[in-house]
């Protein structure tokens, strides 16, 4: 088993009677990428801040390395990378101008040309950072985080406001970063970052751990059921009759979902069910659960409203 | 160091490059020195030519009899009208000091004996008179109403051999020179120069300083440092550096100024008042950072920075004299730091205008800034801080 890089214990942080996070623990291996999943407000970015040293946990230790050292020490600055949830540098420096100000505050850094690259901001190199959007913003954040080539990375809702191309070339960024066996923490929203690019998952509400473990674990957590989608053409609106089946969740419009561990059954009655009232099925699909099925599950809510 | 210089030059590089930082550091100090020098030079100017010389008169001896004549003189010189104001003093030492610190222009003496000289001239026929004269010489104003006095006597001297009264009667001047303590040819563009550098220095300290601090803390630019080995001292030095970069800079172009256009002499290259200067920096950086540590927000350290920045400038003395506005605020004249360095920076030029001696110059800006920075080490965590 590899390296523990880090190891939070019962750490906690109330704002007055706001339980920002509440007892949490958790340890980081070399070389894997943890997601932190949770709503708004659910204390993802009070943990990695104190994880980084910017906010005082009320209670819990953090520790860093063999050497079971505190974020506050230099070392773990020198090792960390940290790109913030919301970034903001100085207005008046160009891209490179930035990165070349935070290389020179480490022992050990990337050029910055090879950093500009890998967020392909290239043709905004000379740009000052007060004129970039808000997506290019947030590239040159990640590019930030890279620049003393840090140990372990912290990426608080890298995507966040990034259009899906960039959205895609920044999940290159951190698989690529993997490869290398950077240890990076994430935090998102979209199940779709955490299911693609983490090796464990951590999802929060209301300062808690809730769950915990690989997609896979997450999945069969709940019972390994399926998912059946279909779409419903004809009549208008849908018959109650036709709809009356247990563990049905209308989704949008003329779609519906059914939650089930008998998939067989559900399909069979669908289609008797569509013959008998004249309708039409489109779009059927069978899936396993994902993420949002496994949060509304443990929590009786989606994800994201 | 490579990497305090690095911070410090991308901090000196994202100031300078705001248009604003541009304009009230860099620019607005030369026209301000263009417009006061416009406007008030030519006024300072022309009141040395100017309507009435201060003279101080001084009796050894009360005038009776003929002598009465030279009173007549005095009476004429110094009526409304004439070319001079005079006071009368009880003894040559008030006289002198007077004098010498620049408030009277010249001093007549008539000396013990004159009505007996004015006496024996008129008997015997003929004889002369002295009158003592003493003024300073490279003053013009003290020239200038020697000279006059001098011409005034002749007239006198004319005027009697006229009258018939007696061509034999002679009053002759002897004129002494007396050195000045502050004294020099008053420069009004040397004089606003230390002023104008001081607001500069002060804009700098108590606005672009502190305002820069709270706004890196708000917009969270400081947040993502924090997250790097920066030390919070090399934080400071950064910034400190920087300040001290602009206000040179700053400064340079000042000195550009006040030598190529205004031909300002040799006194603002002295090193002495150079020092003044870097004093001045130290002193008002200090006060920023204080203020700094007051603010949690940006407009709270906005307002408050300029607030003490006009009250400072205007009532530290930095374009006019503050020292006869009533007491009702001439207290807050005697709080002000600026009061002090401007007055220490004029001093070592060879003016006076404060009623206070050197130490006090310098240790009324020193106890200052050691208040302000034990102040902004207890409170600075507020700067630095965001939680
Ligand atoms: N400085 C603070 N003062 C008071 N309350 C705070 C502070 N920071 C966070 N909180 C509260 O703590 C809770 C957790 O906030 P946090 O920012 O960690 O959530 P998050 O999971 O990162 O949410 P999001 O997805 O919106 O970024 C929220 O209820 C928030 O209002
Ligand atoms: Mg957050």
Redesign the interface.
């Known amino acids: 088993m590899s390296k523990t890089v880090i190891e939070v214990m019962n750490l906690r942080k109330y704002y007055g009677d706001t339980k920002a996070v509440d007892g949490i623990e958790f340890d980081l291996r070399e070389g894997e990428v943890l997601a932190i999943l949770g709503p708004n407000g659910a204390g993802k970015t009070t943990t990695v801040e104190m994880l980084?040293?910017?906010?005082?946990p009320d209670a819990g230790k953090i520790e860093y390395f063999e050497e079971r050292l505190p974020p506050s020490s230099?070392r773990v600055?020198?090792e960390?990378g940290?790109q913030?949830q919301?970034?903001?540098?100085?207005?008046?420096?160009s891209v490179k101008?930035t990165l070349?100000?935070?290389r020179?505050?480490?022992?050990k850094s990337i050029p910055s040309k090879d950093l500009i690259k890998e967020v392909s901001m290239e043709d905004k190199e000379k740009t000052?950072t007060k004129n970039l959007s808000g997506g290019q913003l947030q590239r040159l954040a990640v590019a930030?985080a890279l620049v003393?080539d840090p140990r372990v990375v912290f990426l608080d809702e890298p995507t966040t406001g990034l259009d899906p191309q960039a959205r895609r070339m920044l999940w290159e960024t951190i698989l690529a970063l993997k490869k290398k066996e950077k240890t990076i923490i994430l935090t998102t929203h979209y199940m779709e970052e955490a299911e693609r690019l983490a090796d464990r998952i951590i999802i929060m509400d209301y300062g808690k751990i809730i769950a915990r473990g690989t997609l896979d674990d997450l999945i069969d957590s709940i019972d390994a059921e399926n998912i059946v989608t279909f779409g419903v053409q004809g009549e208008d609106p849908v018959p109650g009759e036709f709809l009356d089946m247990e563990g049905l969740q209308h989704v949008e419009n003329r779609e519906y979902s059914v939650t089930t561990r008998d998939v067989e059954r559900i399909l069979g009655r669908l289609f008797e069910r569509s013959k008998r009232f004249g309708l039409l099925l489109d779009d059927v699909t069978i899936r396993k659960p994902n993420l949002e099925d496994v949060f509304i599950t443990l929590t009786g809510r989606k994800l994201r409203d | 160091m490579s990497r305090l210089w690095n911070f410090t030059s991308g901090l000196f590089k994202s100031e300078i490059r705001e248009f604003q930082v541009m304009f009230w550091s860099f620019i607005f100090p030369l026209i301000l020195y263009f417009i006061l020098t416009s406007v008030f030079g030519s006024f300072y100017e022309s009141d040395t030519q100017g309507v009435s010389f201060r003279v101080g008169i001084v009796r050894e001896e009360n005038l009776a009899g003929f002598g009465k004549i030279i009173d007549e003189v005095i009476e004429g010189i110094s009526s409304e009208g004439g070319p001079f104001v005079k006071k009368e003093y009880g003894s040559i030492d008030d006289a002198l000091v007077d004098l010498r610190e620049g408030r009277q222009d010249i001093v007549l003496v008539i000396p013990a004996g004159t009505n007996a000289k004015m006496t024996n001239a008129l008997a015997l026929t003929v004889g002369e008179v002295p009158l003592r004269v003493h003024y300073i010489s490279g003053k013009e104003s003290s020239t200038i109403a020697s000279s006059i006095i001098e011409e005034v006597i002749n007239e006198v001297n004319l005027e009697i051999e006229r009258r018939g009264e007696g061509d034999f009667l002679d009053i002759v001047s002897e004129t002494r020179v007396v050195s000045a303590i502050e004294e020099k040819p008053f420069d009004y563009k040397e004089y606003i120069f230390p002023g104008v550098a001081l607001m500069m220095i002060l804009s700098v300290a108590l606005l672009n300083s502190p305002i820069g601090l709270i706004q890196y803390r708000v917009s969270g630019v400081n947040k993502k440092l924090y997250t790097t080995p920066l030390r919070s001292l090399e934080y400071f030095a950064g910034h400190f550096f920087k300040l001290i970069m602009t206000m040179l800079i700053s400064l340079v172009l000042l000195y550009l100024m006040a030598t190529f256009v205004y031909r300002v002499g040799g006194s603002i290259f002295d090193i002495r008042f150079i020092l003044t200067l870097l004093f001045s920096m130290i002193v008002t950086i200090s006060f920023g950072l204080m203020m700094a540590s007051f603010s949690k927000k940006l407009s709270t350290v906005a307002v408050l920075g300029q607030s003490l920045y006009a009250i400072m400038m205007f009532l530290g003395g930095l374009y006019f004299p503050v020292f006869d506005l009533p007491w009702g605020i001439r207290w807050l004249v005697y709080a002000l730091p600026t009061t002090y360095l401007v007055e220490l920076s004029r001093r070592v030029m060879g003016y006076q205008f404060a009623p206070l001696s050197i130490g006090w110059l310098i240790a009324v800006p020193l106890i200052w800034t050691t208040f302000s920075l034990v102040v902004f080490a207890v409170n600075f965590k507020k700067v630095m801080g965001y939680e």
């Open positions: 980084e040293g910017l906010r005082k230099e600055k020198e960390i940290v913030l919301s970034s903001s540098f100085f207005e008046y420096l101008e070349d100000l935070f020179g505050l480490y022992r000052y930030v003393n």
